[in-house]
Structures are given as C-alpha cells and as structure tokens.
C-alpha cells in the first residue's frame, strides 16, 4: 500500500487500484478536528461526537481525493450480505442515505462511495474492464454472511463484472494476534470458509508500522491461553477466490495494535470514532 499525506491527513491507497486510475483512499484517524476518544479524523455521528466536528472531518477527507460532500453516498451497516447498486440519482433522493446495506456497487463516474469503520475490515472492489467500482464492510458477521461474495456477485449481475477482471483490496482492521473469540463465532466463522481461518497457536503481534504477520507456534499459546483467534484477512480472501476473483491485496495493518494512527472498537473499548473509507471513479 501507499501512504500519503494531504495537509495534516494521512491516507493509504491500494497498489492495484492505484495503477488503474481508481480515486480511493482509506484514511487514518489523523488530522481531523474531533476532540476526545474521537480524535482527531472521526467520521461517524454514531459514536458520540458532535455533528459539526464529523461533517468538517468527512469535508477535509473528500476534499483530499478532489471531491465535495454533495458527491459522497453512504449507508447504515447491519453485518449482513445486502449490496446496493447504487447511482448519482440516489444523491438526488431523500433518504438515500438511510437504506441499511454493507456493500455499494456503481459504475457512475463522480460518485463517492463512503463507508465506516473500526476494526472491521474495509474492502474495495474495482473491475477496471467494465469500469466499476464498490466497497463493503466486512465484520465477523459478514464473513459468515457471505458479503464479499455478494458483492463479486452484484457487479456481476449489474454490470457484466467477470471475477477474474476484478481487483479487491482488504484494508486495515483487526489482526489474527488481536481478534480473540469465542468457540460458538470462531465455528461460524470457519463454516463460511473453505481454508482454516481459527487459530488456537501463538501469532505474531503486529509491529506499530503495521507490517503483519500471522504464525503459529506448538509450543506457545495466544496470550497464555488456548482460545481461538481468527484471521479475518485470510478469510476474506479465501471468499474472495473461492468466489472467482483473482487478484487481491491484503493491507496487513491491524487497527487495534496501532492505535495511533487507526481507531479501534475493541482496543478502546467502544469509546472511538471511525475511520473513513472512499472509492470513486473519476
């Protein structure tokens, strides 16, 4: 991935859709005006900041990739599979904004696709051959849910998408070493899977420039005790190419070991903001 900066903003974009002209960026909590757990770069009004901190902080990220509020389309998350084929008419409609769906697809040029997050993962989506673009949130519940391909399959459908043209990016969010669950989510998770995703040996901790790395170990348990972790990032992109798509770029940033530069739900204990995400084609 590429990190740049825009004034006091810190951005990444990723490699493969940066050579395809794609207009994205994932974007650190940093050089916002949020004060508090929300510090600085928080984007959501859901997680009790004020609301004229959150709209200057979206204005600043947009106006980073060259693109005003009035282009930027959202909507409520709900862990599930639902995707939106979306378009510039949905700016123009009261309410668009309020459909709960965890992935948008779109092939309309302008058109800012912006999503949330805090440990779960982000994922970007781009078919350079028939020029679209999506994003979809991906929490625990989304792999079991079986979101990604979903949205593999809704560019399909809407636009003629083959999988192997598309190019995915999973971005920055929990890593193995830092998502600990229980026994009854860790089978959920490995069901929806077709590689194993659970892992009950030691992983690496992740390093604060957020080179990551997972490995297991026989003789050393995760955090003194045997209880399942998952890796959420080779779960995503063993859906992902299960589902047809070849090429996918995986961040390897966990959120909740740099919480310096990312907010994380779990690591602060709810009390964070969120970090924004947008795709559009110019």
Same mark, same amino acid.
């Given at each position: 991935? @590429?990190?740049?900066?825009?004034?006091?903003?810190?951005?990444?974009?990723?490699?493969?859709?940066?050579?395809?002209? /794609?207009? @994205?960026?994932?974007?650190?909590?940093?050089? #916002? =005006?949020?004060?508090?757990?929300?510090?600085?770069?928080?984007?959501?009004?859901t997680t009790g900041d004020a609301t004229e901190p959150?709209?200057?902080?979206?204005?600043?990220?947009?106006?980073?990739?060259?693109?005003?509020? +009035?282009? %930027?389309?959202? %909507? *409520?998350?709900?862990?599930?599979?639902?995707?939106?084929? =979306? %378009?510039?008419?949905?700016?123009?409609?009261?309410?668009?904004?309020?459909? !709960?769906?965890?992935?948008? =697809?779109?092939?309309?040029? #302008?058109?800012?696709?912006?999503?949330?997050?805090?440990?779960?993962?982000?994922?970007?989506?781009?078919?350079? /051959?028939?020029?679209?673009?999506?994003?979809? @949130?991906?929490?625990?519940?989304?792999?079991?849910?079986?979101?990604?391909? +979903?949205?593999?399959?809704?560019?399909?459908?809407?636009?003629?998408?083959?999988?192997?043209?598309?190019?995915?990016?999973?971005?920055?969010?929990?890593?193995?070493? !830092?998502? +600990?669950?229980?026994?009854?989510?860790?089978?959920?998770?490995?069901?929806?899977?077709?590689?194993?995703?659970?892992?009950?040996?030691?992983?690496?901790?992740? &390093?604060?420039?957020?080179?990551?790395? &997972?490995?297991? %170990?026989?003789?050393?348990?995760?955090?003194?005790?045997?209880?399942? @972790? /998952?890796?959420?990032?080779?779960?995503?992109?063993?859906?992902?190419?299960?589902?047809?798509?070849?090429?996918?770029? /995986?961040?390897?940033?966990?959120?909740?070991?740099?919480?310096?530069? *990312?907010?994380?739900?779990?690591?602060?204990?709810?009390k964070t903001g969120r970090f924004g995400v947008i795709?559009?084609? +110019?």
């Amino acid at each position: 991935m @590429h990190r740049l900066t825009h004034h006091a903003l810190v951005y990444y974009q990723f490699d493969a859709l940066r050579a395809a002209d /794609v207009n @994205h960026g994932i974007f650190t909590r940093l050089g #916002g =005006v949020s004060e508090g757990p929300w510090a600085s770069l928080n984007m959501s009004c859901t997680t009790g900041d004020a609301t004229e901190p959150v709209r200057e902080n979206r204005r600043r990220a947009l106006d980073a990739l060259g693109l005003a509020p +009035e282009q %930027s389309l959202t %909507s *409520w998350m709900v862990h599930g599979n639902h995707v939106r084929v =979306v %378009s510039c008419d949905d700016l123009r409609l009261p309410g668009a904004n309020d459909v !709960r769906a965890d992935a948008m =697809v779109t092939r309309d040029r #302008g058109l800012a696709l912006t999503l949330r997050f805090a440990d779960c993962i982000p994922a970007l989506f781009c078919d350079p /051959v028939k020029g679209a673009i999506g994003i979809a @949130h991906v929490g625990w519940r989304g792999i079991v849910n079986g979101v990604l391909t +979903e949205t593999v399959r809704a560019m399909a459908c809407a636009f003629g998408s083959r999988p192997r043209d598309i190019l995915a990016g999973i971005g920055p969010s929990i890593g193995p070493a !830092r998502f +600990e669950v229980d026994e009854e989510v860790a089978a959920q998770i490995q069901a929806a899977v077709p590689e194993p995703v659970v892992l009950r040996t030691a992983c690496e901790e992740v &390093s604060q420039e957020g080179m990551a790395s &997972s490995a297991s %170990s026989p003789d050393r348990l995760i955090n003194g005790a045997q209880k399942p @972790h /998952v890796d959420l990032w080779a779960a995503a992109r063993a859906q992902l190419e299960a589902a047809g798509v070849r090429h996918v770029e /995986v961040a390897a940033i966990c959120t909740a070991s740099n919480t310096h530069e *990312w907010f994380s739900h779990r690591a602060e204990r709810g009390k964070t903001g969120r970090f924004g995400v947008i795709i559009a084609l +110019e």
